[in-house]
C-alpha cells in the first residue's frame, strides 16, 4: 500500500504519517510539499508545488491513496490571487497526476469557509455561500475533485470540511488562545457564547483512516466538528482547567475592539496578525453540524476535555503548542 500526501510536511500530514506507521511500518509514505520533512524518516520527501503541473512518474497499484491537504487557508493573510493560484490551481493539478497515474481514491481536505460567515447552524446541505477569496477557493477545489471522481463512478472522493484543528504542532488559533490566557492577555471579543465549531487532530485523522475502510462509491462530504460544537467559553473554561490556569471572564465592546484593531493594523499592526477582519471572525460563530460524522459509525477518540489532556500531555505537561 501506498500513501501519497500532498502537503504532507504540514499539521494535518505529520499527524497522519505518525498515525499511518502505527497501523503497519512497511507502508509506502510519500510527501509532497515545498517544504521538506521526512516525518523521522517515517517518509519520503519529494518536492512538489502544486501550482504547476505534476510531472512525478508513481507505479502504483489501484489500492494507493492520495490526500490532498495542499493549500494557503491563512485568512486573512495573502493576496487574494495567492488563495486561488494554490487552492484552485493544486486541485486542478493534483487531480489531473491522479487521472494520469491511474488512482482511484482522493481525500481532499476543504474547510468550513465554503459556507460564509453566518450564525446559523450549516449542515452539508446547506448552500454554500463563501464570502471571501479563500472560501471561494475552497469551494472550487470541492468541485474540481468532484469532477474527477465524476469522471468514473469506480472512484472513491472524500471531502472533510474541518472546523478549528487544534492539536501538538498546529501554531494556530487553539495555540494563540493558550498562550494568550497564560499571558493574561486574552478577553472576550463582544460575547461569550460564540460557537467555535473545531476537531482535534488526532480525531480528524482516526476519522481520515475510517472512511479508506468504510467509504461506499462516489462522494461523501463531512463536516468534521465536536458534536455538539462548543462554544467559546466552554473552550476557554475547559482549556484553562486543563492546564491550571485562571480562567478569563472580560469582555470587551465588539464595536471598540473592532476600531481600534483597525487604527492598530494602518500603523503596522498586521505584521503582528492585527486586522480588522480578524476580530470580526471572532465574534462570528462557526456553527457547524457535526451530525453526520457521529452518525457515520465513527466513534469519537476524544471529548474536548480529554483532547486537550491529551495535548498538554504531549507537551509534557507543560504547555500547549
Same mark, same amino acid.
Request: glycine content about 8%.
Given at each position: ?97 491522479? @487521472?494520469? !497515474?491511474?488512482? %482511484?481514491?482522493?481525500?481532499? $481536505?476543504?474547510?468550513? =469557509? &465554503?459556507?460564509?460567515?453566518?450564525? +446559523? ?111 467559546? @467559553?466552554? !473552550?476557554?473554561? %475547559?482549556?484553562?482547567?486543563? $492546564?491550571?490556569?485562571? =480562567? &478569563?471572564?472580560?469582555?470587551?465592546? +465588539? ?67
Amino acid at each position: 500500500m501506498s500513501y501519497l500526501i500532498f502537503g504532507g510536511s504540514g499539521f494535518i500530514g505529520t499527524h497522519l504519517v505518525n498515525e499511518l506507521n502505527k497501523i503497519d511500518e512497511n507502508v509506502k509514505i510519500y510527501n509532497l510539499d515545498i517544504v521538506e520533512n521526512t516525518h523521522e524518516e517515517k517518509s519520503t520527501y519529494i518536492y512538489c508545488d502544486v501550482r504547476e503541473k505534476i510531472t512525478i512518474d508513481f507505479s502504483l497499484g489501484k489500492d494507493d491513496i492520495v490526500f490532498n491537504f495542499a493549500a494557503i487557508h491563512r485568512t486573512p493573510g495573502h493576496p487574494d490571487n495567492e488563495y486561488f493560484e494554490t487552492n484552485i490551481r493544486g486541485a486542478e493539478n493534483v487531480c489531473e497526476f491522479a @487521472e494520469r !497515474i491511474g488512482i %482511484t481514491k482522493i481525500i481532499f $481536505t476543504s474547510s468550513i =469557509a &465554503p459556507y460564509g460567515a453566518a450564525e +446559523g447552524m450549516k449542515e452539508e446541505s446547506t448552500l454554500p455561500t463563501p464570502n471571501t477569496p479563500y472560501g471561494i477557493s475552497k469551494l472550487v477545489a470541492e468541485k474540481t475533485h468532484q469532477i474527477w471522481q465524476a469522471a468514473n463512478q469506480n472512484r472513491e472522493l472524500t471531502i472533510l470540511r474541518p472546523g478549528v484543528v487544534f492539536g501538538k504542532g498546529e501554531n494556530g488559533n487553539f495555540t494563540r488562545l493558550y498562550w494568550g490566557i497564560k499571558g493574561h492577555t486574552f478577553f472576550y471579543p463582544g460575547r461569550k457564547d460564540t460557537i467555535k465549531g473545531c476537531i482535534y487532530v488526532k480525531d480528524l485523522v482516526h476519522f481520515i483512516l475510517y472512511k479508506i475502510e468504510n467509504h461506499t462509491k462516489g462522494t461523501e462530504l463531512f463536516n468534521c466538528t465536536f458534536e455538539p460544537a462548543y462554544t467559546i @467559553e466552554q !473552550i476557554v473554561e %475547559t482549556m484553562s482547567n486543563v $492546564t491550571g490556569l485562571k =480562567a &478569563p471572564k472580560l469582555v470587551i465592546n +465588539g464595536k471598540l475592539l473592532t476600531g481600534v484593531a483597525t487604527i492598530v493594523a494602518l500603523i503596522g499592526g498586521r505584521k503582528f496578525g492585527i486586522h480588522p477582519d480578524r476580530v470580526k471572525k471572532l465574534m462570528v460563530s462557526t456553527n457547524i453540524s457535526g451530525k453526520k460524522l457521529s452518525e457515520s459509525g465513527y466513534k469519537y477518540k476524544y471529548t474536548l476535555e480529554t483532547a486537550i489532556q491529551d495535548w498538554f500531555a504531549d507537551n509534557d505537561n507543560l504547555y500547549l503548542k
